[in-house]
Each structure stands twice: as C-alpha cells, then as structure tokens.
C-alpha cells in the first residue's frame, strides 16, 4: 500500500517520538487533551432561575415509579425520547424539550438550612464566618461585561439570597422590581427621577468630574452605567414585555415566573451576560398536591409550582433554540437542596439536602443526558456525586471563566474564584481542574 507523503511524514515524526520514549498512544492522548484544552467556552451568557426554598427531586427531575407510595408521592411518570430518562407527569413541557437538556441527579451538600444551603449552592463555597463570598452572578459581571449600556447582572424581580459578597463595592446587581405579569410593568430604576431631565443629569456628571478628575473611583464608576442606562433608548426597551407578539407571551404562561423568564430572553439576547430569575415559594412542608400542582383549590388544569416553571423552563429551552440563542446561552435551574425521600404528616416533603437534582440546558451543554444516580428511594447519591462547588466550578468553565483565577479582598486577601471543585467532565467535556 502506498502512504501518501503527509502521512509518511507523520509516521516518521511518531517513530522519531517513540525512539525518545514517547509511544503513540500516548501522543495520541496528549493531544486529544490539548484540544480539549483549547476549546473555547461557547455560553455568552447564563440564566439562572433559582427555585428557592428547595424544590422536591422526588416531584421533579429525579421520579421514583418503583419505590412504595410514601416515598414516590402523589404523582405519575412520564417518559421522554430519551431512553430511560423519566420526569414527573407534571412536566409535560420538559419532556418535550428532554433533548437540549440535562439533569444532574446526584448533587449532595451536608447543609440543610435555607441560608447555609443558598451560599453554598450560589458560590461554591460552604459558608464562613469571617468572609462573605460572591455567588456566580456577581462572579461572572466582574469578570465579563455587556458591551453596552445594559448591566452586567440584572435581577428579576429582585436578587433575593444573592449576593456579590466582598465583591460589593464593585459589583452590584440591577434588580427591575415589580411584577412582568402585570400589564402595567415598567422598571422605576430607569426613569428620571422627579423633577429631573437630562440636562440635570449632564450637569452633576460634570461636577462630578471635576471634583474627581485624577482619580476617579468606584462610585463614580456606578454613576457613569447607570447615566448611560437611563438615556438609552435601546437599553430601556430591553425591558419592554410590550415588544412581543401576544402568542409567544402566552406560550410562556400569563404568570410572573413565566414573564420573567420571556423578560431574561430578551436581556440576554441584548448582551446581559447574567440573568437571574427568583422564583419564591418551594419550601414545601405541608400540602404538596395543592402546592406543587393545583396551585389553588379547584384549579383544572394546575397552575401550581411546578407546572407554572414548567411552562416557563420549556418554552424559554425552546425560545432561544428557534432564535439560535441556545449554544451561547447557558440555563441552570436548581434550588438549595431537594426534598425528604418519605412524605411527612402534613401531606409535604421536608429539607433534604443529602441528595438531589439540578438541570441545564444550552451554553455548550450536551443534552439529553443523566450526570449521576440517586439511590432506590431518592435518598443519598448511587453514583457519581457532585458538590455544589463541582457545578458551580463546571458553570463558570461554560462561561469561560477560569475557576482557579484570584480574586482580592479589600484588606489584601488573595481568595480562588472556585478552590474545591472540579468539572464535571459531562458537562464541561474538558479536563478536570
């Protein structure tokens, strides 16, 4: 057989390799990690929708068929396209949308407590009582920027537990208020305020300049973006709901999580590099039907917890993928921990952090997999476990964010961005750190 040129030339190179101590499959192997070392990150932007209070895996992303009543709840399974990969009967829209999406089913944290578990699941880092870290959206603004006048983190409605930590003279959230449900939604943060005008604004930027021309600081900084948000017509009707078509409105569900959801669409899809939707209300001790499906008694067909995130989660899945937004932007939902594997007395589930679920979709994520197992019943990881700082650590290496890169505190203190996680290769495809 005949080896064309280049390839003779590249089994001269193998063999001149080899005579050094170099097999080939070890060529091999050191190259196919170079290339996993260089692929670029492919999310431009995150949605985190965080479902504080700690929604049931159990009720969720991680059903139990088998396992006896107490433990499986009140509601069925369904299946999806993917073998295997089961949801609760109330995600219908979920399971349409299985494809572009991911569960990790085995995530596990020793912290029970809602404000422990919230910085632990935000930040990576368990809580301390000498330092506040910055969670992942304050983390990602300090690191990227929008590009325009728009924020670098926008919060809807509010940032809730979040925070930026001892990030906070640099970092701060735009939190829009309100409710985009209602049809007279508007954000205050960007009109005048009274009695003001644009020439008023121009004029305190100058004295502002002027008292600190050489050394400009911090707040002036802060001034400066939020001038600029003010008096751009562009970054103003970002947040205008008014702007869509009525169908695509009701396909995300008249409820605020569902409009909050379509209003991170379009903010992302204007260069926000960070969006984060708190959704209240998953504490869930007592009346899981009633709150987790029903919404309100008597409600045909539900609206409750879950099949409004539902609504929401699929269709923004599906918004960006028809708008070719998806492989750039990355959407993680999760709360700070799961449910009880047996249903109490009340008819609810209790906090239950030993083991449960989160799900992403987009930003480089392959879709359609399981990362991990719980066990039997829903109670402790079966295989695979993943911390909080492991997927944490995996979102920022989506975002193209070094996990191991230093941040300064303000008395000097050099602290890692993220220090005990490592990728989680399912998601990432890179190596672990």
Known sequence: MIIPSATRRTAIQCGALTAFGLSLPTLL???????????AATAKACILLWLDGGPSHLEMFDPKPDAPVEVRGPFETISTRIPGF?????????????EQITVVRSLTSPLGEHGLANTYLQTGYQPSPVLDYPGMAAISARF???GSPLPNWVAIPNAGSMNSGFLRDTVQEFATGGDPARPDFRVPDLDFFPQGNLQRLQRRRQFLSQ???????????LFDQAAALVTSDAARSAFSLHDEIPQLRARYGPKTFGQSCLLARRLVERGVPFVTVNYRGWDTHDDLVLRLRDGFTGANPGVGLIP???????TLVTDLQERGLLQETLVVAMGEFGRTPKINTRGGRDHWPRVFSAVLAGGGVPGGQIVGASDRVGESPAENP???ADLVCSI????GIDPRAQLTTADGRPIQVNRDGQQILALTGQDAI
Do not use: C, H, I, W
Not at 308 to 314: E, H, L, M, Q
């Open 29 to 39: 192997q050191q190259r196919a990690m170079a290339r996993q070392r260089r692929r």
């Open 86 to 98: 089961q949801l609760s009967e109330l995600m219908t829209g979920t399971a349409g949308v299985a």
């Open 144 to 146: 990227r920027k929008s």
């Open 211 to 221: 008292l600190d021309s050489e050394t400009p600081n911090t707040t002036d900084s």
């Open 308 to 314: 409004t995130f539902d609504k929401g989660f699929s």
């Open 386 to 388: 993943v911390t909080p």
């Open 396 to 399: 920022y290496s989506l975002l």
